[in-house]
């Protein structure tokens, strides 16, 4: 695994993965039940063996001018800035310090300052959860490869509409853009990332 990684969490947002969310009724198939303890796990790891957390966000203008004209937020009206369905859930929330971004399309990396900051965090490995697999994790992850990070997907820290959707993207990733991994392993790959830098 090469140098210093970083854990980036894509779109775990009220509107999406909280019952009361706008979104919610489109919502993730039982198979994905796991997915918020153990994006849970993961942070909790990131943070005692002081792995940088980033999380990243969708949120809209309440006119959705800047959102895409295929936007599911449009018809919902869900996602606009401001509102508590765009906030990170309770359960991983952000702390005081933790780097917050917020973007508008389906990539993290599109418009948006992330690059700089994982230059800044010294990145070189990339270890990514968050939804949906198949759209916002494989953009954000397909952009990454193609700016030399190296990539990891935590499989269980992930979830799709459906379990077609989520394994084909994993197949896809895993091929060529980057390494697929679960989340009980992760730990284990930082602490030999931090016994390496000793």
Not at 115 to 122: A, K, M, P, T
């Amino acid at each position: 695994m090469a140098g210093r990684s970083v854990l980036l969490i894509v779109d775990m947002q009220n509107e999406l993965l909280h019952p009361e969310g706008k979104l919610y009724g489109h919502g993730f198939p039982r198979e994905f039940d796991r997915l918020v303890p153990n994006v849970q796990a993961v942070l909790a790891a990131s943070r005692a063996r002081g792995v940088a957390a980033v999380f990243v966000y969708t949120a809209y203008h309440p006119s959705f001018v800047d959102a895409s004209p295929l936007s599911p937020s449009r018809k919902s009206g869900s996602l606009v800035e401001g509102s508590w369905g765009v906030k990170i859930l309770e359960e991983i929330a952000p702390r005081d310090g933790e780097v917050v971004i917020r973007k508008r399309r389906p990539s993290a990396f599109y418009e948006t300052p992330l690059d700089s900051v994982l230059r800044g965090l010294g990145a070189q490995s990339l270890f990514m959860c968050g939804v949906a697999t198949n759209r916002a994790v494989e953009s954000t992850a397909r952009d990454a490869f193609n700016r030399d990070y190296h990539v990891f997907i935590v499989a269980d820290g992930c979830a799709a509409r459906s379990v077609a959707a989520h394994a084909a993207s994993l197949e896809s990733l895993g091929g060529f853009f980057g390494k697929v991994a679960r989340a009980e392993e992760v730990e284990g790959m930082w602490e030999a990332e931090g016994k390496g830098r000793k």
